[in-house]
């Protein structure tokens, strides 16, 4: 689907701040908040993430010509994750993201909005969900 969709795609500028540090200013393809290490249930695009250590991820496919997009997505496929150059990755408890104009938005692959205008602001409240699980073992 991705290679489908790709000549359609049209990277924007972003700037991307976690905890108050700046950890990128460019052009990307997409901005991923990944909670776990597994995006769609097979790619790796945060490898370190974790879904109980209170700490949101970050990773921004960097625009690096569509010819290096079809690279990148043919090596999603075969490697199951983002070369390292090809993104812009972090991690911390608030995630700001402002862009050149809007963007689509999407919340676990359903679009929550056509098209929203930022800046976005990310948190994450440590701790806030409780589960209840069998014990198992």
């Given at each position: ?27 990307v ?58 993104v ?50």
């Amino acid at each position: 689907a991705a290679v489908a969709v790709a000549p359609r795609l049209r990277p924007f500028e972003a700037r991307i701040v976690v905890d108050d540090r700046p950890l990128y200013a460019g052009p990307v393809w997409q901005v991923v908040l990944p909670n776990t290490r597994r995006w769609g249930g097979v790619l790796s695009m945060a490898p370190n993430a974790s879904a109980d250590d209170g700490l949101l991820d970050v990773v921004a496919l960097r625009d690096r010509g569509r010819l290096h997009l079809l690279v990148d997505l043919v090596e999603l496929l075969v490697r199951r994750r983002p070369h390292p150059a090809d993104v812009a990755a972090g991690r911390g408890l608030v995630i700001r993201i402002e862009t050149d104009g809007p963007v689509a938005l999407e919340l676990d692959g359903t679009p929550l909005t056509a098209q929203a205008d930022g800046p976005f602001l990310f948190e994450v409240e440590p701790a806030a969900l409780q589960i209840l699980a069998p014990r198992i073992g």
